[in-house]
DNA sequence: AACTGTTACGCGTGACGTAATGATG
DNA sequence: CATCATTACGTCACGCGTAACAGTT
């Protein structure tokens, strides 16, 4: 048995069970993860892959078993290396954070630059994403942070953090009827075509649940993943948009106008997520509570270790940031 | 990096850091293992051991999490092995279990006997010892299960299943003048020296406290491990005990008689206890199960996935079972 | 002197790559 | 015939053990 074998054995399991591939991203030759293979199958005697004729084509039960071990092997090996990485310098490295555009163009540029100040050996990247391409990242270990409001698909294995309280407005070209209302309703804001997010976005599907509950259905006449396109949109006339309140620039943003909609929609919250049995560079830690203060390294640590959801409570109102 | 590296290193750890000591026990040599931790440190780029002078005195912080991260890698390939041994035959292999005189000598009897039957190539062995004991030898993978009542030392990273609620009854030598009485009193117990368990069990502890809620100090003559041994003493005429119900056998047991006591001291519970992250082999989650029928494997892995025990009212009253 | 950890060195196993072979659609 | 897995084989490296060395008590 053998660390080789277990780093084979995943990639496999990775590339769609196929020896050619997995020894290409290896850089390696097929030979030798097919002998590994048998080897590990023949240590533990037991089959792990089923093949037909030359191909393979599934797991085993034990199979199935054996790269879920593997997976956590190896992912206990990333998280010794990182042990020394912080110990020669707790300074560098590199922390990879995977967000929707939203966040990452209104919500992290401030924080993104007080980390850099503080932190200029941290190789700092964003990935953007919607929920669903963020889990991934996080889950397959490409990123360490994830950073939206929630995916549509289950995360086993994902801790999550309540981190931000998103409030929302009304956004609508300058010199709109809108503006004129005293108070705004659902039904008033329904008698426009409305450009969302998409419906892979929490968001999204949150503000047509609000309309929904009063039994308004809204016309939506588009919907996009990036929060400047939708306001673009709105400028040019097309429709009025509901966005984050910290989306909105009064002075950068000519020809938009915001109206305050926190009495039609409840707050979103923005979650962090993050692997469990993950080793956290202490930078890491540092930027979690840069962004939210209530989320310090002991919470982190307790909540990652529990295995149900942190109250949704915890989440903090954004607090407005010079850009 | 290496398995070998991550065996040696908690080798290492677990010998009081004496290098010479680890290479024994692991039928290798010194050098072998002084050789392959610096090649670790080195590729680390991190010391790991405190070295003064020539010996090894401590363990760096970094060694500290690096030895925490090897033990769950050495758990998870032990898990591998295991996966590979149920998929050879599920009905072979060991099982150890870990527990108190009385549990072993009363309450596993009969199921063992069934287990046994069951499962014949099954390698069941039974260690005993203290609650402490049995929790340090589930926790160093020397047994798989532990069950007694709890220890007095905490046990992070070990789950426990609520399994057997235990009634308590007092024993006393035939023609004892407490069998005259009508309904027993703590006042009237007291009024007799008593023979306990000891104090590392929890049994022991419990009694002691309904005594002392009365403000009422009975007189301890002699505390014991073994029910037997109590049993002994308490026909000699040596003082009264407490014990659990079913550890006593009107048929064998000549010379002694039980008095009901469910009035006077609630009932203690058994717990099961297993390492968090351990692959349970099929025949374990039937033995769980022949021991308390709430405890089938979804139950158990739910169980083991939770960060928070589980309720004592789950667990369920010793059935009387045929010895 | 006894014990401990480290360095030096030679041996053999075993992992890897190349080439060849088998099997399948 | 293209694609994929397996077998065969030679090479090289790495892990191991022995021996020698160095620092403590």
Not at 34 to 58: M, P
Request: hydrophobic content about 45%; some cysteine; overall charge neutral.
């Amino acid at each position: 048995m053998n660390l080789q074998q277990l780093r084979y054995l995943t990639e496999v399991a990775e590339r769609g069970l196929n020896l050619s591939r997995a020894a290409e991203a290896l850089h390696t030759s097929q030979p030798g993860i097919s002998k590994q293979i048998r080897l590990l199958e023949q240590e533990l005697r037991t089959e792990l892959l089923v093949r037909e004729g030359n191909r393979i084509t599934a797991l085993t039960e034990p199979g199935e078993q054996a790269v879920a071990i593997a997976r956590r092997v190896l992912r206990e090996l990333d998280n010794l290396r990182r042990v020394g990485e912080e110990s020669v310098d707790p300074q560098r490295g590199s922390l990879v954070i995977a967000t929707t555009h939203a966040h990452a163009r209104y919500l992290l540029i401030p924080i993104v630059q007080r980390f850099q100040a503080l932190f200029p050996g941290v190789n700092l990247s964003l990935r953007q994403g919607n929920p669903d391409q963020i889990m991934q990242l996080v889950q397959a270990g490409e990123a360490d942070l994830g950073l939206c409001t929630r995916p549509t698909v289950a995360t086993p294995d994902l801790a999550r953090l309540p981190c931000l309280r998103i409030w929302r407005c009304v956004l609508v070209p300058e010199d709109h009827a809108l503006l004129k209302k005293r108070r705004l309703t659902h039904q008033a804001l329904a008698a426009y075509p409305m450009i969302t997010l998409d419906a892979s976005f929490a968001g999204g599907v949150a503000i047509m649940q609000a309309f929904a509950q009063e039994r308004i259905q809204p016309q939506v006449v588009l919907s996009a993943t990036d929060a400047d396109v939708i306001k673009a949109f709105v400028a040019s006339g097309m429709g009025i948009a509901t966005l984050p309140e910290w989306a909105f620039d009064a002075k950068r943003d000519a020809g938009l106008r915001s109206i305050p909609a926190r009495h039609l929609f409840p707050p979103a919250v923005s979650y962090l997520w993050l692997q469990r049995h993950q080793y956290l560079r202490d930078y890491a830690c540092e930027f979690i509570r840069m962004l939210s203060a209530a989320w310090a390294r002991p919470q982190v640590q307790q909540a990652l270790a529990s295995d149900q959801p942190p109250d949704d409570a915890l989440a903090v109102d954004v607090q407005p940031q010079p850009t």
